[in-house]
Antibody, heavy 121, light 107 residues
Framework: QLQLQESGPGLVKPSETLSLTCSVS??????????WAWIRQPPGKGLEFIGS???????YYSPPLESRVTISMDTSKSQFSLKVTSVTAADTAVYFC?????????????WGQGALVTVSS | EIVLTQSPGTLSLSPGERATLSCRAS???????IAWYQQKPGQAPRLLIY???TTATGIPDRFSGSGSGTDFTLTISRLEPEDLAIYYC?????????FGQGTKLQI
């Protein structure tokens, strides 16, 4: 059973870069046609898909965030990461990492517990 | 980018009643790549339905999904108090996945 765990600073200053890492355990990280996704949820609001990276290396970013977001992966460490540059208070959110359990086209069914990141000076 | 619109925003029902939640897509979702999630406070979302109508592992059969094209529905028969949560639809037709804004179910 896959387990995902987000880690990173809980407080980031405005205009700086938010960096989070998702550590994957309990299964193979380098699995066929699988993706590793980041999703966020501002306090009291809904879920927002940030982007994903496939094991092929292809990345997909939500258009509103595309210019500020980078998702990368480190297969040797079974980790994937998120960077968001030039953050503002609007980037304050719980950030989830997620993936799917099958090679078929399917939605994320494995999620981390979420990491709250607050943007404040 | 595919936009999903959920209705109603809030639904207030009593235990034992039937809940019907709607999700409309801005364009047709081929192969019915629609999922439904349940989220309770302080928790990560939990996958309920995928492929528009396939129940995920461990989900009670009170939960069912239907629909095609642009209109999809999550039905919860015989509501129980623990069904209090926010429900989100999601499309994974595109690599740029997206979520609806959620329906809050009050019981």
């Amino acid at each position: 059973q896959l387990q995902l765990q987000e880690s990173g600073p809980g407080l980031v200053k405005p205009s700086e870069t938010l960096s989070l890492t998702c550590s994957v355990s309990g299964g193979s990280f380098s699995r066929g046609n699988f993706y590793w996704a980041w999703i966020r949820q501002p306090p009291g609001k809904g879920l927002e898909f940030i982007g994903s990276i496939y094991n092929s290396g292809s990345t997909y970013y939500s258009p509103p965030l595309e210019s500020r977001v980078t998702i990368s992966m480190d297969t040797s460490k079974s980790q994937f990461s998120l960077k968001v540059t030039s953050v503002t208070a609007a980037d304050t959110a719980v950030y989830f990492c997620a993936t799917k359990s099958t090679s078929a086209n399917s939605p994320p069914d494995y999620w981390g517990q979420g990491a709250l990141v607050t943007v404040s000076s | 980018e595919i936009v999903l619109t959920q209705s109603p925003g809030t639904l207030s029902l009593s235990p034992g009643e039937r809940a019907t939640l709607s999700c409309r897509a801005s364009q047709s979702i081929s192969s019915r790549y629609i999922a439904w999630y349940q989220q309770k406070p302080g928790q990560a979302p939990r996958l309920l339905i995928y492929g528009a109508s396939t129940t995920a592992t461990g989900i009670p059969d009170r939960f069912s999904g239907s629909g095609s094209g642009t209109d999809f529905t999550l039905t919860i028969s015989r509501l129980e108090p623990e069904d209090l949560a926010i429900y989100y639809c999601q499309q994974y037709h595109s690599a740029l996945q997206s979520f609806g804004q959620g329906t809050k179910l009050q019981i």
